[in-house]
DNA sequence: ATAGGATCTCTAGTAACTAGAGCTTCAAGC
DNA sequence: GCTTGAAGCTCTAGTTACTAGAGATCCTAT
């Protein structure tokens, strides 16, 4: 059995990362090539391709690189507890769920405003009345965006 | 009936918008003061606290900024068509579903993840099993976070 | 008159990439 | 062995919507 080696264009495809993603990701410190060709190209290997393909699923889960790299710390000590793992993606599913909240609450407001917009001229219409005028929405959770860590998915 | 202004502080203030933010919308050109005191200070009107007001509740609902100046644009000829209004909120309720949708995803496997682990050690995690292998998730719609544009809320 | 809070401009930083310029390396075909 | 074109390299800068800090100036109340 051989040691087979990716090109960085290669590792890409396997994990549906782009190229200058992969570097990105090398220049954070999340990834490192197993080392490089004559010409100075990256290579990588299996071991290589299991760790992007974590990172990517995390990033899919919307883990923050940084939550991420507290996983691959985790990942990498096989005999330590899991518990800080349980922690973080509790965390995470926190999070989750406040940006369902807040998304249900937007998408009712969104609808709303289409249901009573009747197509008239830009002077009647009501969808710019309500914005324009926060105390004609329903939304009680009248939340600040500047407050709001508003990220990804 | 005399004429009131504001302070870029006292316009913070009527609507929850950090100082910083008020000018980055200046410079970006959302809003624009009615003046400038004697040694320079900037002073605002009823009017820009009603536009102010109305970009920071689109914003609250989840449109980009871009998608606002056009809002804004439209709201400026009460004469024209609200149609376009009606397609930009549309459109905007649509990319809300869609962030539904894959959220809603997600938040179940989280979900699983944490009910999969039995609290061990990290080498027999499930959580971190689960993350390097994307086989083992039950998700089908593998999105890949690169072609996501992901953004707020 | 003065103190101290508010405001000014300017630069730089955040997350997680993406895009482009200008150059070099690699692999396949002849 | 040579050529050619895709793929790789480094470096800089741009994206969105702000936020933070430095150092100077202004405004207002005592």
Known sequence: ???????IGQLGKLT???VPTVRYYEEIGLITPVGRSEGGQRRFDQASVRRLGFVRHARELGFTLDAIRQ????????TAS????????????????????RLQAIRQELQRMLDECSGGKAGDCRILEVLADHSLCLTEDHDHP????????
């Not at 500047?146 to 998915?153: A, E, G, L, N, P």
């Open 82 to 101: 899991c518990e800080p793992v349980d922690g973080i993606v509790q965390q995470q599913l926190h999070e989750v769920d406040l940006r369902l909240a």
């Open 71 to 78: 996983l691959l710390g985790l990942a990498d000590r096989p």
């Open 16 to 18: 549906h990362t782009k």
């Open 1 to 7: 059995m051989k040691k087979v080696e990716y090109s």
């Open 146 to 153: 500047d407050s709001t860590t508003d990220r990804q998915i």
